[in-house]
């Protein structure tokens, strides 16, 4: 259990426990990197609305299981083992409907910089990605134009940062709040789709 109280899934009334209804897995599993937010309904409800809205929205251009391995490497890189295990584990379920050779992609994940089997494009993302989550102040707007050289539009550069920028929110979250894996189905995550009509709120 994280370091501080929690209102589980059976505990819940009001607000909170349909909350809990919106955001359940299969078999109604509520992850615990949301039952943390179970004192502050509404930053659960801002953290899913950013959630889908970087990861699993019908809008974004770029493959979901990029966007999924950046969200793999931010957390390794800021050494979050729960958003690092239960990232990798969808990131498997994502390449295997993609027919792409996970162990591969997992293991250039592990590498500075990731190389191949990443695409130079996808590598010139990555490298961003690391100067982003390592050094934030020193981005500048020549690595903009890199990525733009390297082909990706700017709705797409920014898709990259947002997610990213995601991934240090929830690494710090989870880390700083000491939420654990333990007992969790990992790798599951909600259906695409924009997520509007679920995370509409006042």
């Not at 897995?25 to 801002?46: N, Y």
């Not at 970087?54 to 299981?65: A, C, D, F, I, S």
């Not at 992609?105 to 590498?111: A, C, E, G, M, P």
């Not at 991934?167 to 789709?193: C, D, M």
Request: hydrophobic share 35%; charged share 20%.
């Amino acid at each position: 259990m994280p370091f501080i109280k929690v209102i589980t899934p059976d505990e819940a009334t009001g607000k909170l426990a349909s909350l809990y209804q919106l955001v359940g897995g299969p078999g109604g599993q509520v992850d615990q990197v949301l039952q943390a937010h179970s004192l502050r309904p509404h930053t659960l409800e801002g953290h899913m609305a950013l959630y889908k809205s970087v990861l699993h929205h019908r809008g974004n251009k770029l493959e979901v299981w990029f966007l999924e391995a950046i969200g793999v490497l931010v957390s390794r890189l800021n050494g979050c083992q729960y958003c690092d295990r239960h990232h990798t584990a969808g990131l498997e379920g994502l390449m295997k409907k993609e027919g792409l050779d996970f162990p591969a992609y997992d293991q250039s994940l592990r590498q500075n910089p990731p190389g191949a089997p990443f695409s130079q494009k996808q590598q010139a993302a990555l490298e961003y990605v690391i100067k982003l989550t390592r050094s934030p102040g020193a981005i500048q707007e020549v690595d903009i134009d890199h990525l733009r050289k390297q082909g990706f539009s700017d709705g797409e550069i920014l898709e990259i940062n947002q997610v990213t920028a995601y991934f240090a929110y929830a690494n710090r979250s989870v880390s700083g709040l000491g939420v654990s894996i333990e007992g969790e189905v990992l790798g599951l995550s909600p259906h695409s789709g924009d997520g509007r009509e679920a995370w509409q709120h006042d």
